[in-house]
């Protein structure tokens, strides 16, 4: 089945820093998102992006998708940045999340 | 890892009935959400759930939709009546606690109204 793989598990910022976020997945990304999600728990769609190159404020996301990989890009990260990175994707119905990348920014 | 289950993963369903969607969350997990993801769109946050109460809802969580979870058994996201644009995969996900925890998302039920 879809294999989502995320990297890094985990990373600790000072805010101003700059954050890469890398997201390799084992099927053709016909479906490929980014998720962000809240220290509430509260998932929140940040990008759909099956290919290409998506901006939105201070977030990239680059999918190359016969590479099957995708990065989000965060500059000049911010303390309210902090919080879990989930990258997903299907090529059926279905998602499949990776483990997440949780991002933490210090002030 | 830990688990959720949703029950059934194909639901087919007449116009105006009414649909229960089973979700069997982790056991030790005390937050539950459903989210909805029509074909070919990004998936969307409808509900989460806490200690017997809807905690925060968005607009897509419609009237018709009603959450429960009965002495600690299924999850269940109802809607009564369906409506053709309720035609989508509801995921199920929990949480062991709201905070800095992560969701675990069942597999998905696809809903399809007829």
């Known amino acids: 089945g879809q294999q989502v793989q995320q990297s890094p598990a985990s990373l600790v910022l000072q805010e101003g820093e700059n954050a890469e976020l890398q997201c390799n997945f084992s099927s053709t990304a016909t479906r490929l998102q980014w998720f962000y999600q809240h220290p509430g728990g509260r998932l929140v769609s940040l990008f759909y992006?099956?290919?290409g190159t998506k901006h939105t404020g201070r977030l990239t996301s680059t999918t190359v998708t016969n590479e099957r990989r995708s990065s989000l890009h965060i500059s000049s990260s911010q303390t309210t940045d902090s919080g879990t990175y989930f990258c997903a994707n299907t090529n059926t119905g279905k998602l499949t999340f990776g483990d997440g990348t949780v991002l933490t920014v210090k002030p | 890892g830990p688990k959720v289950l949703q029950i059934p993963s194909h639901q087919i369903i007449d116009m105006g009935q009414m649909v229960t969607l089973n979700c069997d969350p982790v056991?030790?997990?005390?937050?539950f959400y459903w989210y909805k993801q029509i074909l070919g769109q990004q998936m969307e946050f409808l509900v989460n759930f806490y200690n017997g109460k809807v905690m925060e809802k968005s607009k897509l969580f419609k009237d018709q939709f009603s959450v429960e979870r009965p002495d600690g058994s299924y999850f269940t996201l109802k809607i009564q009546p369906t409506a053709l644009e309720d035609s989508a995969v509801y995921f199920c996900?929990?949480?062991?606690?709201?905070?800095?925890?992560?969701?675990?998302f069942g597999a998905g039920t696809r809903l399809s109204v007829l």
């Open positions: 996900a929990s949480s062991r606690q709201g905070s800095q925890n992560t969701l675990y």
């Open positions: 056991s030790n997990h005390l937050y």
């Open positions: 992006n099956p290919s």
